[in-house]
């Protein structure tokens, strides 16, 4: 399947060496081995296969191969030194991909700088834009059978839905029993796992810590790494609310969302609304890979819980107010609020089950699946 990012990394090979990330079985191995074809002795080397850490190790690849694909090298120790060399060291015209799944500027490892020697971009399960491009179907399609599956190839193009929660299953355990573990103790894997199940119950809320770590009985400081821990291994991701003052809008509640939206246990409002989060969270990203531009996603909120579910910046100004419905099509009370505060920024309302598109006191009331389906991803 070929996915949205195909092109740019393409691109990108021929100058840079090129950093991709995301999520375990989002499609990085199979966007790679895609690419592979297409070069001369390309050759994919994992750090987690025996063999392959012995040729990594020895750096004794095919010196003549015109693409090497290295995967989850942030696993071994003092990495980022080490792939400086290789980048500086490598045959002339050798293209570099380097693949994981976890977030590597998480992992702050001594060692010298790759600045200016790579790009960067975040591989993100297949959004409605992506999948009406994939399958030709309507976007309202696409949204319901994302809403159903999640956004992760296998599930999304397995042929019925018990296949896909199989998947799901296994895909749960494996993360928790394998994934988390390189990053905490043994110990700590069952505690590890009741946060999880919580979060999943917690989608779309503002996240309180504290009152988490009193069901647990433990800290709110482990909580809070045990958080780090799931966003570095692309499992939840956060949005925080919007603030000018950056470090204010950090210490205040986040919200929590999964990047596999199948993983969320609640109502279809909060599928939709983590379904969402997860497409306007790629669009951002998006546009700082592919643009450099300085695109963000967040909340607003305001100390009366007057809230929007969602606004997107760029360079620090906000750019869209976005409230998400099943099937409400009145203005949301706080989005004339915040639209009035905000007249700069253009203010929607996405609405799974709208009968009629209106354009109310500054607010656009438009159908959800349209209106994903236009985002750059």
């Known amino acids: ?19 991709l990330t995301g999520p375990r079985q989002v499609g990085k191995t199979t966007l790679s081995r895609q690419l592979m074809k297409l070069y001369d002795n390309a050759q994919y080397l994992n750090w987690d296969v025996l063999a392959d850490r012995m040729v990594l190790q020895r750096q004794s690849w095919n010196p003549r191969a015109g693409l090497l694909v290295m995967d989850e090298i942030h696993k071994m120790p003092d990495w980022k030194a080490w792939l400086k060399g290789v980048a500086d060291g490598r045959s002339a ?6 693949t994981g799944s976890a977030r590597m500027d998480t992992f702050r490892q001594t060692g010298d700088s790759l600045a200016g020697r790579y790009f960067s971009f975040k591989l993100h399960p297949i959004s409605v834009k992506e999948w009406c491009e994939q399958q030709g179907v309507s976007p309202a399609i696409a ?39 390189e990053f905490s103790r043994l110990h700590e894997i069952n505690t590890m796992k009741m946060f999880v199940e919580l979060l999943r ?36 991701f956060t949005v925080h609310p919007w603030h000018h003052n950056i470090a204010r809008a950090i210490l205040q509640a986040p919200k929590v969302y999964f990047f596999d939206t199948g993983l969320v246990r609640g109502d279809q409002g909060a599928r939709l609304e983590n379904a969402v989060a997860g497409m306007l969270l790629k669009q951002a990203d998006f546009l700082r ?13 305001t100390k009366d819980d007057a809230e929007v579910d ?57 159908d959800a699946a349209n209106w994903l389906a236009k985002l750059a991803a």
């Not at 890979?289 to 909120?301: E, I, K, M, Q």
């Not at 998400?324 to 253009?346: I, M, S, T, V």
């Open 93 to 98: 015209g050798q293209a570099l991909l380097v």
């Open 201 to 236: 119950e917690r989608v779309g809320s503002p996240l309180s810590l504290a009152s988490i770590a009193r069901d647990l009985a433990v800290s709110p400081t482990t909580l809070k790494r045990y958080l780090e821990i799931l966003q570095a291994l692309f499992i939840v």
């Open 289 to 301: 890979d592919s643009a450099g531009r300085d695109a963000g996603l967040h909340y607003v909120r």
């Open 143 to 181: 949204l319901d059978h994302l809403l159903e599956r999640g956004g992760f190839p296998e599930p999304c193009l397995a042929e019925d839905v018990v296949q896909a929660d199989r998947w799901r299953a296994q895909y749960f355990t494996d993360i928790i029993r394998e994934d988390v573990l």
């Open 310 to 366: 969602f606004a997107l910046s760029e360079n620090g100004k906000l750019t869209q107010l976005i409230e998400c419905k099943l099937g409400d099509n009145k203005p949301h009370r706080a989005l004339l609020r915040f639209a009035a505060q905000f007249p700069e920024a253009e203010a929607v309302q996405i609405v799974f089950n709208l009968r009629q598109e209106e354009f109310i006191n500054g607010i656009a009331i438009t």
């Open 1 to 19: 399947m070929k996915r949205y990012l195909d092109n740019l990394v393409m691109i990108d090979l021929a100058s840079k060496a090129v950093v």
